[in-house]
């Protein structure tokens, strides 16, 4: 069996507002499925997002160098 996974997030501030968003997908290869005794491929995926407002007008400020890209290979 191989597994590929990938995905993306997104986060966006300003002021009390904020916006926050996730995407993963993974694709299984060869996979051998027990009951027919066949090798399969399929794939799983999922995303979600959230809005949120501060009531008391309050700003969550991002941590230093809080703009990057993150891989894992």
Known sequence: MNL???GAELAYGIGPWRV???YMRA???DVDLLSSGSRE???AQGIYA???WFLT???KRPQKG???I???I
């Open 4 to 6: 590929l996974r990938s």
């Open 20 to 22: 926050v968003s996730e």
């Open 27 to 29: 694709d299984y290869n």
């Open 41 to 43: 491929d399929f794939f």
């Open 50 to 52: 959230t809005a949120s």
């Open 57 to 59: 007008g309050e700003e």
């Open 66 to 68: 809080g703009v990057g």
């Open 70 to 72: 993150a891989c894992r």
